[in-house]
């Protein structure tokens, strides 16, 4: 007796530290990343600088994946990857991410060549707002928004199961606002402009500041100065020399949300990131600031969640574009539509 095939997807996130890959069987209704069955294995492994070595890194890891399954059955249908960009989501290419430094890399050909399947690429915050759409806590919202604070600053937006990612694959670009804040310290942003929301709020340009104001890596009083954005946010709990820091970060937030409840007027924002994930008060703060500045109807409806699928969001989004890959190898990337929105 023939056995019917066990289809599944390969979903990826290349983060500008780790990189995640997970093989999720078909049809991709829900979330658990690592289902009772067995079936959603996720690995991890460091993102290597070397693009060759990063991609070889992620398909020995779908390869594994796919042998946990077992030998008999199992079918790889399609890849779907994440990214940090600029990147050009119809040729699958990270055309410059400062965050990995990788400059005209193709990302999905490189996979769907190597596993021998049709491939996705996207941003990775795009792909963060399509799993909080379809799989998490934008469930029932028309428009979705997402903020991911993490290494850097990103924005993607979903309308009805779409990403909308504009003309030219940079709408959402979020962290390069001008955050406004101004003074004499204005910081640089991985892009090499100064001031933006990244510039202030991004892991590694945190760090940056922190090495500039504290070179001898000492605070004021001797004490050892905080390195790191997760170290910042926590001295600054009960540093008043740290506060400074984590203040106009929550100001550079603000504006990011406050930009988005203006110009979108999204059913809730979803903030996610390792970042957001791991001090919740930054969040809070942030959204607290952006209704202060906002219009009174704005302010009402303005609703800030924290993502509901926590650091997978984005594996999530690479399978659910991953999916409607294999259910049609020729569609349209920028315009694709992913079924499973429930609307409001």
């Keep these: 007796m023939s056995r019917t095939p066990f289809e599944v997807v390969a979903a990826v996130d290349i983060g500008a530290t780790k990189t995640t890959v997970a093989v999720v069987p078909l049809p991709v209704v829900t979330w658990t990343a690592r289902s009772p069955d067995g079936s959603v294995r996720v690995r991890t492994a460091p993102t290597d600088r070397d693009p060759d070595v990063a991609l070889a890194t992620v398909v020995s890891a779908v390869r594994a994946g796919l042998a946990d399954l077992g030998p008999a059955g199992v079918v790889l249908r399609a890849v779907g990857c994440a990214a940090p960009g600029p990147l050009d989501p119809e040729l699958g290419v990270v055309i410059h991410s400062p965050n990995l430094g990788?400059?005209?890399?193709?990302?999905?050909?490189?996979?769907?060549?190597a596993l021998g399947v049709p491939w996705s690429l996207d941003d990775d915050a795009n792909l963060g707002?399509?799993?909080?759409?379809?799989?998490?806590?934008?469930?029932?919202?028309?428009?979705?928004?997402?903020?991911?604070?993490?290494?850097g600053i990103g924005g993607g937006i979903v309308r009805d199961g779409v990403r909308l990612v504009g003309d030219h694959a940079l709408a959402g670009e979020i962290g390069h606002l001008d955050a406004g804040i101004g003074g004499t310290d204005v910081p640089r942003c991985s892009c090499g402009r100064r001031?933006?929301?990244?510039?202030?709020?991004?892991?590694?340009?945190?760090?940056?500041?922190?090495?500039?104001?504290?070179?001898?890596?000492?605070?004021?009083?001797?004490?050892?100065?905080?390195?790191?954005?997760?170290?910042?946010?926590?001295?600054?709990?009960?540093?008043s020399e740290v506060r400074p820091l984590a203040r106009d970060a929550e100001t550079a937030l603000a504006t990011a949300i406050g930009a988005f409840a203006a110009v979108l007027d999204p059913g809730v924002v979803v903030v996610g990131g390792a970042i957001a994930l791991a001090h919740p008060a930054l969040t809070r703060r942030a959204a607290a600031i952006?209704?202060?500045?906002?219009?009174?109807?704005?302010?009402?409806?303005?609703?800030?969640?924290?993502?509901?699928?926590?650091?997978?969001?984005?594996?999530?989004?690479?399978?659910?574009?991953?999916?409607?890959v294999a259910a049609d190898p020729s569609h349209h990337q920028r315009r694709s539509k992913v079924k499973g929105v429930r609307h409001a």
């Design 195 to 239: 001031g933006h929301i990244e510039a202030y709020a991004g892991g590694v340009c945190l760090a940056a500041r922190a090495a500039r104001r504290w070179p001898r890596g000492r605070l004021s009083d001797g004490r050892a100065a905080p390195r790191d954005a997760d170290a910042i946010l926590r001295a600054a709990r009960h540093e």
């Design 102 to 113: 990788w400059r005209d890399v193709p990302v999905g050909p490189s996979l769907g060549d």
């Design 129 to 151: 707002a399509l799993g909080e759409a379809i799989l998490g806590a934008g469930r029932g919202a028309r428009t979705v928004a997402y903020l991911t604070v993490s290494s």
């Design 290 to 324: 952006a209704a202060r500045r906002a219009i009174p109807e704005t302010a009402a409806s303005l609703r800030v969640v924290h993502a509901m699928l926590g650091a997978e969001c984005v594996l999530a989004g690479s399978a659910l574009m991953a999916a409607a």
